[in-house]
T-cell receptor, first 111, second 109 residues
Framework: DTAVSQTPKYLVTQMGNDKSIKCEQN?????MYWYKQDSKKFLKIMFS???????INETVPNRFSPKSPDKAHLNLHINSLELGDSAVYFC??????????FGPGTRLTVL | DAKTTQPTSMDCAEGRAANLPCNHS???????VYWYRQIHSQGPQYIIH???NNETNEMASLIITEDRKSSTLILPHATLRDTAVYYC??????????FGKGTRLHILP
């Protein structure tokens, strides 16, 4: 009964490649988020969608493009991957704004 | 958002109550105090939040001082599985969450 799931759990790829991370929530929440946790363990919000509409877009390179096909899914596509994109990416969802439920994370390593 | 200050790390013996302090002296009247934790290699987990009154749920209790300038998260009977980084965040309900460095809590057997 996974509430917020992400695939893949690990992703190793070469610089310059394009990759996607998928997120699904079965909680019926209206809002979904993407966070990035870097090597220093700082956790920062990247995007937020409410009912498939983008509501938060932090200062993130436009190589990162979130896509929400429906309110249960928020995928993250990354073009032209760079070494600095290596991090753990967390998806989250909420119904009440700041009570968020996080997924297990996707560890992205760019070589 | 109000800035919060937490100790970098704390130890607590297994089975004892873990009391994690947080200072938020610049908190405004409509800002809530939220607590999250992150167990190693997992996503953050919501614990509890409150505005003025003390709150309790199945995970923890939150004690907020009368002047709201500080609060304490209490894990009543800490277990080894409570070893994690605990984040205290003060924010308006419409604001985005900004995670700080948190307190690294070690539960000792």
């Amino acid at each position: 009964d996974t509430a917020v799931s992400q695939t893949p759990k690990y992703l190793v790829t070469q610089m310059g490649n394009d990759k996607s991370i998928k997120c699904e929530q079965n909680l019926g929440h209206d809002t979904m988020y993407w966070y990035k946790q870097d090597s220093k363990k700082f956790l920062k919000i990247m995007f937020s969608y409410n009912n498939k509409e983008l509501i938060i877009n932090e200062t993130v390179p436009n190589r990162f493009s979130p896509k929400s096909p429906d309110k249960a899914h928020l995928n993250l596509h990354i073009n032209s991957l760079e070494l600095g994109d290596s991090a753990v990416y967390f998806c989250a969802s909420s119904q009440v704004k700041n009570t968020q439920y996080f997924g297990p994370g996707t560890r992205l390593t760019v070589l | 958002d109000a800035k919060t200050t937490q100790p970098t790390s704390m130890d607590c013996a297994e089975g004892r109550a873990a009391n994690l302090p947080c200072n938020h002296s610049t908190i405004s009247g409509n800002e809530y105090v939220y607590w999250y934790r992150q167990i190693h290699s997992q996503g953050p987990q919501y614990i509890i939040h409150g505005l003025k009154n003390n709150e309790t749920n199945e995970m923890a209790s939150l004690i907020i001082t009368e002047d709201r300038k500080s609060s304490t998260l209490i894990l009543p009977h800490a277990t080894l599985r409570d070893t994690a980084v605990y984040y205290c965040i003060a924010l308006n309900r419409d604001d985005k969450i900004i995670f700080g460095k948190g307190t690294r809590l070690h539960i000792l057997p």
